[in-house]
Every structure is written in structure tokens, then in C-alpha cells.
């Protein structure tokens, strides 16, 4: 099936952080409070739609033991997101993105939250699961240096992202995540074009984690609301952000990571972003019929 091997049509030189990759906001948040779930797949299952980068977010309940959350809401067992992990490993030849970390700690005026961590417990399901020694991507210099054929032939099939390298095999290149409250908290017609006005800002190093979905907060426009409602209002115009996006040139190479809210309710958002490897010109010139046709796009000059 295409979606589980896409990145297979792209060229040896492309550099993974210019891919244009279909990422998963809190990704574990399947089975949760339908006020904290973003996801209705399974990690293995958002893979299978063509996802590649996984946001996931960790806290720990009284015992120490992991679990994913979302804010003080949690879900299924930390080991039981990296089981998932590692299905996404096992037969594959793709590179995913798994960016790992504790919840961060929450304001609201005088209230802080706080959420738990337990970086030797995560280390050891990194081992137990993902067969880091083989797979993990760690010994590199510049991220931005790192090709497909690179990680072709080392055999590489990820990377672990976080800030402070906390776990065993986890790499701190950057990962820049944009975020402004009132732009993200805006109507969404507001904001399909204030995502866009705001990325022509934005520079990175690194990866580029690029935010598609809106931000319920006290004191913006959309207020506090729950993630499958902002899903329906804000659907219709993702085409619209990609296709601006896609008009500019300097955009389009500015395109890395590109996330989403509910990456399995159907294939439409996979095959905007990877709409972008086309424009790019990274697919291979022998495949790019093949590639436009399963994303239903036409091919480009």
C-alpha cells in the first residue's frame, strides 16, 4: 500500500529535514476523554495512513509509571504506545520521527501544573521496543546533513527527539514548534490565513514542526473547546492553508513537519503535505506519475 511506503519513492538526496513529513499531533490520545483525544488511530495505525512524525506526551501517576497524557487527562499505558511504536518498525523501510516528552508544565494565572517524569522507565521501553542499538538515529553531526540514502544504507529507522536528551538514544537537534496563542485560539477562517502570514516569520535549524491545528485558551476567539469540534470547523480549510502555502515558493521550501489532529478519519490532509515532496522536486523522476496519481494530485513543471 502507498501510505506505508512513501518515502520510498523520494530520491537518496533528499535531506530529512526538507521532506515535507505528515505528523501526528498527540498522537497516543486514542481511547481518551473525548475533551483530551486528537487521535482516533493507534501510532501503527496512523503510520498506515502515512503519518511519520509522532508527538507524544508523557506523564506518570502516583507509582511512577507512565502513561500518555494530555494535560491532566491520561490515556493508555506508555508501554503500550511504544508496543505500537515498534509495529511501525518491524518489516518497514520508512524513518519516523518520535518526539518524546514529558507534558510541559501548565499556567493558568497563579496556578501551575505540573506533570511527572520517569526518564529511566522510558529508557528502558526505548530498549525493549525499538531496538535502539540497530535502529535509533544518533551519531550524526548536523541533522540537516542527514539524507534518505544516508539512512538507507546505515539501516536507520528513527530518531528520538528531546530538548534535554533525557532518554537513552534521544537526540537534542531542534525541533522548532511555532506557537502563538491568539494566531492558534482564532476563528478558523482567521486563522487559515494567520498560520500561513506566521510561518513567512519563522526560521529553523533544524526540523520544522509546522501546527495545523487550533488551540482551545482562555481570552481567544474560539475560547476552550474540545479538539473533535475544532476538527469539523477547521477541516474545510486546511486545502485552503496548504494551497496557499504551496503558491510560494519560499513556503514551500520552508515545508518540514506538517501536523494534524485526527491524521486517520481519511487520507485528505496525508496527501496535501505530501503534495509538497512533488513541488519540492524530491520524488524520483521515474515514480512521479505513480506518486501524483495515489495522492490524487497532478504532477508539476
Known sequence: MFYERWMSYLKDEAKITKIAVPGAHNAGTKGMLFPARCQNGTIYE???????????????????????????????????????????????????????????????????????????????????????????????????????????????????????????????CELLEPWDAQIFGSRPEKFAKACVDYLRTLESSGFFWLQTQQTPNPGTEIGMTWSNKLEKMDRPFFPQIMAEIAADPALTEKVNIVAGDFMTADHMKVNEILYFNLLKGIVRDELREEYAAAIGKPLCS
Request: aromatic share 14%.
Open 46 to 172: 496512523q503510520f498506515q495512513y502515512g503519518v511519520r512524525e509522532f508527538g507524544i506526551r508523557i506523564s506518570t501517576d502516583r507509582k511512577g509509571v507512565p502513561y500518555i497524557c494530555h494535560g491532566l487527562l491520561k490515556g493508555m499505558r506508555a508501554e503500550e504506545a511504544f508496543a505500537y511504536m515498534g509495529q511501525t518498525l518491524r518489516g518497514s523501510g520508512e524513518f519516523c520521527i518520535f518526539d518524546i516528552r514529558t507534558y510541559t508544565e501548565q499556567k493558568f494565572g497563579p496556578l501551575s501544573l505540573s506533570y511527572g517524569s520517569n526518564d529511566a522507565e522510558i529508557s528502558r521501553l526505548i530498549e525493549k521496543y525499538l531496538d535502539p542499538a540497530r535502529y535509533a538515529l544518533t551519531d550524526f553531526d548536523d541533522i540537516n546533513d542527514i539524507t534518505l540514502g544516508d539512512l538507507r544504507r546505515s539501516g536507520k529507522k528513527y530518531i528520538i527527539l528531546h530538548p534535554q536528551k533525557a532518554y537513552d538514544y534521544s537526540c537534542d
